[in-house]
């Protein structure tokens, strides 16, 4: 099911600005137990990345009310995406003050993943890396053409996603992941005030970690610091927390290990 500006469409003008320049925003929601796992980090994400790109957003009530219209129609556990473009503003990159976002929000089958949260996943270390841009890094706006690039680097089904480096050669995230990496008891997650994504999953892990007196640090990591890690996981919103097992192209395996079982645990009985 489409909704558009709250009504049932699946189409938008050519001259949309999401569409001409990627002048838009999106957020992927998990729906799941009948509920929208954290709505209202979401929202406020979504409220950054509006306040980030100028985008004159006066109707946030409406999303939700579009949002709960389209879950009440949603009988199984779903994938939400929420799409805010600028509109329409005709040729030219000038941004039109005054524009509503359009507001597209849609479901989706929910991907099975068997056994991933459990028996890990293999990753590979991708070629395309990520540029760095402070006034666009950790909101999920609509230019993720860098993502698209190394995603397409492989096509083995055997590999569930690939590692992302900055130009600097620091490690910054998975194409559609954080990284956390777990050395001598102490969990690290990169930095993302330059490149990469602020994910709600990856916020949430930090807060429970610090809950649980978990030592967490937030600081540029390496080739050589995942190499040597203890453990390493990967967070979004559709796959909570995935235990990596292998790199390929590496004699590197971790096991699925206990602080990575303790925080599947604990976000386990958070989201009941």
């Given at each position: 099911m489409i909704l558009i500006n709250g009504q049932p469409e699946n189409r938008i003008p050519v001259s949309d600005r999401g569409l001409q320049y990627g002048d838009g925003l999106f957020e992927t929601l998990a729906f799941r137990r009948g509920e929208l796992e954290f709505l209202e980090s979401h929202l406020s994400r979504l409220k950054l990345g509006c306040d980030r790109l100028n985008f004159h957003f006066t109707r946030?009530?409406?999303?939700?009310?579009?949002?709960?219209?389209?879950?009440?129609?949603?009988?199984?556990?779903?994938?939400?995406?929420?799409?805010?473009?600028?509109?329409?503003?005709?040729?030219?990159?000038k941004a039109p003050t005054e524009n509503e976002p359009i507001r597209i929000i849609s479901s989706h089958i929910m991907p099975d993943y068997p056994q991933t949260n459990v028996q890990g996943v293999t990753v590979r270390m991708c070629d395309a890396r990520l540029g760095l841009n402070p006034s666009l890094a950790g909101i999920k706006h609509l230019n993720r053409l860098e993502q698209v690039l190394a995603r397409?680097?492989?096509?083995?089904?055997?590999?569930?996603?690939?590692?992302m480096f900055d130009i600097n050669d620091n490690l910054i995230e998975g194409t559609m992941s954080n990284l956390f990496i777990v050395k001598n008891g102490q969990l690290l997650t990169p930095p993302i005030n330059q490149a990469g994504i602020a994910g709600i999953m990856r916020a949430e892990v930090l807060k429970l970690a610090e809950k649980n007196d978990i030592a967490t640090q937030i600081k540029p990591?390496?080739?050589?610091?995942l190499l040597e890690a203890d453990e390493v996981f990967l967070t979004n919103s559709i796959i909570t927390i995935w235990p990596v097992t292998a790199l390929t192209g590496t004699d590197s395996i971790w096991p699925?290990?206990?602080?990575?079982?303790?925080?599947?645990?604990?976000?386990?009985?958070?989201?009941?």
């Open positions: 946030p009530d409406s999303l939700k009310a579009e949002l709960a219209t389209l879950c009440a129609q949603t009988a199984e556990d779903s994938v939400i995406k929420v799409i805010l473009t600028r509109g329409s503003g005709g040729r030219g990159y397409s680097e492989w096509d083995d089904p055997a590999i569930s996603e690939g590692l990591l390496s080739k050589k610091d699925h290990g206990p602080i990575t079982r303790q925080l599947q645990t604990v976000l386990e009985s958070a989201a009941r």
